[in-house]
């Protein structure tokens, strides 16, 4: 993984290919057929977290305005960019993060992303396209699907113009196949935690998510999640868990909070509790994708991710999950700069519950800005929550 990282983060900086920018689940396979080198900001704001960097950074995007309740991500991002100021530079030796030939955007997720990446559209005088498919849906019907495709197709004028290159069918198809098959074996490196004796938790996940996010389209990650997945299945054949005397098993719902991944992931094995499946993982698996239709199954892929869809199909999702997943209690991170991806505002976790009976806990705090993370009370309320389940395990 380190190696992999390390030599897609220094083919940014090398000159080989022109760099397009590219939202975490935007269109980067079309950007890819056009030979760009594909760079994804959320990644970096990701990377900001997880250093736990963002906090001195946030600060600085908010003396141009940005306000400290919007995404973190977005904040933590600019303000690096501000202060000139990246981990890339520490772990990767890079001079900083890469300048780009073209920036596109996806409001698949959220309308943030189109203000933070047209910030930089203006800073590197670059230019910018975006898609802006439906959203919030119950069912996708061709009717979105051929509108996203329109979309996407615009931006096809664009791309050949700052890449040099006509748009190339084949081309296309051979990124959309070599996407489909990485992402695929994402998913069934998910499922293997299905297995009761689960080999891979959440926690390990979000790390182990890096290809599947930046060099999805390639063969390095097609080949990454080739290796994982015969790794994990000789576990699960076995008997090799990551938490082998766990009593119960959880759903994580909503972001990670990067600066605390270890604190969590240790805080749940110590109470005797397997984190097994998210929503934030599942999230790059596009199982649409179909290098024979290369347009219509990326646009509904893309229209289709858990994010974009209403209170009820997610909750039809999450029900599912629980069951594939043999799932007894959810806990849900309600984040506070990204409510795009809290879902435990309007009373869903209630009504998931009564529905599937799978107990939940609200747990709040944020993505990258820990000063909205009370560690103490966090651990006092998913302590007793695991306990709870564990008494109503026993009791049943
Ligand atoms: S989905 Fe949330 S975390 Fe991601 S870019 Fe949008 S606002 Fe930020």
């Not at 997880?50 to 400290?68: D, Q």
């Not at 699960?236 to 938490?243: D, Y």
């Not at 999230?283 to 179909?290: A, K, P």
């Not at 239709?293 to 039809?316: C, D, G, H, L, Q």
Request: with cysteine; aromatic share 12%; hydrophobic share 40%.
């Amino acid at each position: 993984m380190k190696q992999i990282m390390e030599e897609y983060f220094l083919s940014l900086e090398s000159g080989d290919k022109k760099i397009a920018w590219c939202t975490s689940v935007g269109p980067a396979e079309l950007l890819r057929s056009f030979g760009f080198e594909v760079y994804f900001p959320e990644n970096h704001g990701a990377l900001l977290g997880a250093t736990r960097t963002a906090m001195e950074l946030i600060p600085e995007a908010g003396k141009c305005g940005y306000s400290n309740q919007v995404c973190s991500y977005t904040t933590a991002d600019i303000g690096a960019y501000l202060k000139k100021n990246t981990p890339l530079q520490k772990h990767y030796g890079m001079q900083g993060i890469p300048k780009p030939d073209i920036i596109a955007y996806n409001t698949n997720q959220c309308r943030e992303v189109e203000d933070w990446f047209t910030f930089y559209a203006d800073e590197f005088n670059c230019p910018i396209v975006g898609i802006q498919p439906p959203r919030y849906l119950d069912e996708v019907t061709d009717d979105e699907v051929q509108l996203v495709v329109k979309q996407f197709k615009k931006m096809l004028p664009v791309c050949e113009q700052v890449s040099g290159r006509k748009f190339d069918l084949d081309s296309f198809k051979e990124t959309v196949r070599l996407s489909k098959e990485a992402t695929l074996l994402w998913q069934k490196v998910l499922k293997t935690s299905t297995a009761m004796n689960a080999p891979l938790s959440f926690f390990d996940g979000t790390i182990h998510m890096g290809p599947i996010v930046v060099l999805r389209g390639t063969q390095i990650a097609k080949d990454y999640y080739t290796t994982l997945l015969a790794e994990l299945e000789e576990n699960v054949k076995n008997g090799l868990g990551f938490a082998p005397e766990a009593k119960t098993r959880i759903f994580w719902e909503g972001m990670p909070i990067w600066g605390k991944l270890r604190m969590m992931s240790d805080l749940f094995t110590a109470s005797g509790s397997a984190v097994v499946a998210s929503t934030y993982c599942s999230s790059w698996v596009f199982g649409q994708f179909d290098e024979d239709n290369p347009w219509e199954s990326t646009a509904r892929a893309y229209t289709e991710i858990f994010i974009n869809r209403s209170e009820k199909a997610k909750m039809k999702m999450l029900a599912a999950w629980f069951e594939e997943f043999n799932i007894d209690g959810i806990v849900y991170h309600d984040t506070k700069t990204c409510f795009n991806n809290s879902n435990a505002k309007f009373g869903m976790p209630q009504r998931l519950q009564k529905e599937t009976g799978v107990p939940s806990l609200v747990v709040e705090g944020d993505l990258c800005d820990l000063r909205f993370f009370s560690e103490g009370q966090s651990i006092t309320k998913i302590e007793t929550f695991l306990e709870q389940l564990e008494d109503a395990k026993i009791l049943s």
